[in-house]
Protein backbone atom coordinates (compact mmCIF):
# COMPACT_ATOMS: atom_id res chain seq x y z
CA UNK A 1 0.00 0.00 0.00
CA UNK A 2 2.57 2.00 0.80
CA UNK A 3 4.02 1.75 -3.04
CA UNK A 4 0.38 3.23 -4.02
CA UNK A 5 0.83 6.75 -1.78
CA UNK A 6 4.12 7.04 -3.12
CA UNK A 7 3.02 6.64 -6.68
CA UNK A 8 -0.04 8.81 -5.88
CA UNK A 9 2.37 11.43 -3.94
CA UNK A 10 4.59 11.85 -7.34
CA UNK A 11 1.66 12.34 -9.53
CA UNK A 12 0.75 14.83 -7.35
CA UNK A 13 4.54 16.66 -7.68
CA UNK A 14 4.41 15.61 -11.27
CA UNK A 15 1.20 17.94 -12.17
CA UNK A 16 2.42 20.67 -10.20
CA UNK A 17 5.92 20.43 -12.01
CA UNK A 18 4.35 20.33 -15.39
CA UNK A 19 1.72 22.56 -15.18
CA UNK A 20 -0.81 23.21 -18.06
CA UNK A 21 0.91 20.59 -20.24
CA UNK A 22 0.19 17.92 -17.78
CA UNK A 23 -1.58 14.60 -19.03
CA UNK A 24 -4.30 13.38 -16.33
CA UNK A 25 -5.24 10.04 -17.49
CA UNK A 26 -5.55 8.38 -14.35
CA UNK A 27 -3.13 5.54 -15.18
CA UNK A 28 -1.58 3.68 -12.15
CA UNK A 29 0.83 2.21 -14.18
CA UNK A 30 2.06 4.89 -17.30
CA UNK A 31 4.79 5.78 -19.30
CA UNK A 32 6.95 9.13 -18.06
CA UNK A 33 5.17 11.23 -20.16
CA UNK A 34 1.94 9.54 -18.00
CA UNK A 35 0.93 7.88 -21.60
CA UNK A 36 -0.87 4.27 -21.04
CA UNK A 37 1.91 1.58 -21.48
CA UNK A 38 1.27 -1.20 -24.07
CA UNK A 39 0.07 -4.15 -22.50
CA UNK A 40 3.03 -6.16 -23.85
CA UNK A 41 5.51 -3.51 -22.26
CA UNK A 42 3.23 -3.44 -19.01
CA UNK A 43 3.60 -6.91 -18.76
CA UNK A 44 7.59 -6.88 -19.00
CA UNK A 45 7.78 -4.25 -16.54
CA UNK A 46 5.66 -6.07 -14.18
CA UNK A 47 7.42 -9.66 -14.37
CA UNK A 48 10.90 -7.58 -14.15
CA UNK A 49 9.29 -5.88 -10.53
CA UNK A 50 8.44 -9.26 -9.06
CA UNK A 51 12.15 -10.57 -9.87
CA UNK A 52 13.16 -7.31 -8.69
CA UNK A 53 11.05 -8.03 -5.37
CA UNK A 54 11.49 -11.23 -5.06
CA UNK A 55 8.16 -11.87 -5.49
CA UNK A 56 5.75 -14.89 -6.89
CA UNK A 57 5.11 -14.58 -10.51
CA UNK A 58 1.85 -13.46 -11.07
CA UNK A 59 -0.14 -12.05 -14.25
CA UNK A 60 -1.74 -8.46 -14.21
CA UNK A 61 -5.10 -10.41 -14.75
CA UNK A 62 -4.75 -12.85 -12.06
CA UNK A 63 -4.83 -9.96 -9.58
CA UNK A 64 -7.70 -8.76 -11.21
CA UNK A 65 -9.39 -12.07 -10.74
CA UNK A 66 -8.22 -11.95 -7.28
CA UNK A 67 -9.42 -8.18 -6.54
CA UNK A 68 -12.98 -9.35 -7.76
CA UNK A 69 -12.99 -12.57 -5.84
CA UNK A 70 -11.91 -10.53 -2.64
CA UNK A 71 -14.37 -7.61 -2.97
CA UNK A 72 -17.12 -10.54 -3.94
CA UNK A 73 -16.03 -12.57 -0.53
CA UNK A 74 -16.13 -9.19 1.46
CA UNK A 75 -19.81 -8.58 0.85
CA UNK A 76 -19.44 -5.81 -1.71
CA UNK A 77 -22.29 -5.29 -4.10
CA UNK A 78 -22.22 -7.24 -7.60
CA UNK A 79 -22.87 -4.57 -9.34
CA UNK A 80 -20.33 -2.75 -7.46
CA UNK A 81 -17.78 -5.02 -8.78
CA UNK A 82 -19.25 -5.47 -11.93
CA UNK A 83 -18.75 -1.63 -12.44
CA UNK A 84 -15.62 -1.49 -11.17
CA UNK A 85 -14.30 -4.72 -13.50
CA UNK A 86 -16.10 -2.94 -16.89
CA UNK A 87 -18.52 -5.98 -17.33
CA UNK A 88 -21.47 -4.62 -19.58
CA UNK A 89 -23.85 -7.58 -18.40
CA UNK A 90 -23.88 -8.51 -14.67
CA UNK A 91 -24.31 -12.33 -15.44
CA UNK A 92 -20.72 -12.03 -16.30
CA UNK A 93 -19.48 -11.03 -12.93
CA UNK A 94 -22.03 -13.35 -11.52
CA UNK A 95 -21.14 -16.38 -13.61
CA UNK A 96 -17.20 -15.98 -13.01
CA UNK A 97 -17.29 -14.57 -8.96
CA UNK A 98 -19.73 -16.41 -7.13
CA UNK A 99 -18.68 -19.68 -6.74
CA UNK A 100 -16.49 -17.84 -4.35
CA UNK A 101 -20.12 -17.51 -2.19
CA UNK A 102 -21.17 -20.02 0.79
Known sequence: ???LKEARNQYV???DA?????QDLNFVIHQNDRSPF????????????????HLL???LH????SNATAL??????????QQRLG????NTTLNTYTHVLP
Open 1 to 3: MSM
Open 13 to 15: KDK
Open 18 to 22: YGFGF
Open 38 to 53: KPDSTAQKWSRFLETH
Open 57 to 59: KIR
Open 62 to 65: DLRH
Open 72 to 81: IQAGTNPKVV
Open 87 to 90: HSDI
